[in-house]
């Protein structure tokens, strides 16, 4: 089975920040790896597919990149409503999640 | 607009028996894989299984292989997930998730519309 990790597990940052989380998985799994995001008391909401492309709707401060093994989800000037966390999920054989980073307010 | 209404959680005892189901709506239901994820209290999301448009495959999680059972009923755009020999760790909100696929130079698997989720407490 595919291992995910992320990082870190949660971090703290202000409105304007440049924020980037880190997932790897545990073999090679190309571009397909996802990134969610999750807000308290919602469901899960898909945004980057295939490691890099846009979901639909979602804001262009959302980037994805990677490919093998390491990934990066970055949101380039934090909004009030990006306060959340965010997940990962191979979707190379079957689907994993990684363990989530929390985005909190410094 | 696409709609997924899980129902049937709750509380039951170690042991025990439940089966959760999630009513869709918005899009033509007999053409898409489904999936259940749950989430236990404070913790992140655990893939639990999967079954194919016209259910004749399915996948399940380790944790659950044996237990659970996934179906589907196409006529009535109902899923299932039928949870038997429960444990405490099984204790969870369970969501519905519709599958897709998204072409980018190639097309690549995601999980564009969750339900609300409903909760499951194993206890006694």
């Known amino acids: 089975d595919i291992q995910m990790t992320q990082s870190p597990s949660s971090l703290s940052a202000s409105v304007g920040d440049r924020v980037t989380i880190t997932c790897r998985a545990s073999q090679s799994i190309s571009s397909y790896l996802n990134w969610y995001q999750q807000k308290p008391g919602k469901a899960p909401k898909l945004l980057i597919y295939?490691?890099?492309s846009l979901q639909s709707g979602v804001p262009s401060r959302f980037s994805g990149s990677g490919s093998g093994t390491d990934f990066t989800l970055t949101i380039s000037s934090l909004q009030p409503e990006d306060f959340a966390t965010y997940y990962c999920?191979?979707?190379?054989?079957?689907?994993?999640f990684g363990p989530g980073t929390k985005v909190d307010i410094k | 607009e696409v709609q997924l209404v899980e129902s049937g959680g709750g509380l039951v005892q170690p042991g025990g028996s439940l089966r959760l189901s999630c009513s869709a709506s918005g899009f033509t239901f007999s053409s898409y894989a489904m999936h259940w994820v749950r989430q236990a209290p404070g913790k992140g999301l655990e893939y639990v299984s999967a079954i194919s448009s016209n259910g004749g495959s399915t996948y399940y999680a380790d944790s659950v292989k044996g237990r659970f059972t996934i179906s589907r009923d196409n006529s009535k755009n109902t899923l299932y997930l039928q949870m038997s020999s429960l444990r405490a760790e099984d204790t969870a909100v369970y969501y519905c998730?519709?599958?897709?696929?998204?072409?980018?130079?190639?097309?690549?698997?995601?999980?564009?519309?969750w339900g609300q989720g409903t909760l499951v407490t194993v206890s006694s």
């Open positions: 999920q191979q979707s190379y054989s079957s689907f994993t």
């Open positions: 998730v519709k599958d897709t696929k998204l072409y980018s130079s190639g097309w690549y698997k995601a999980f564009d519309y």
């Open positions: 295939a490691a890099s």
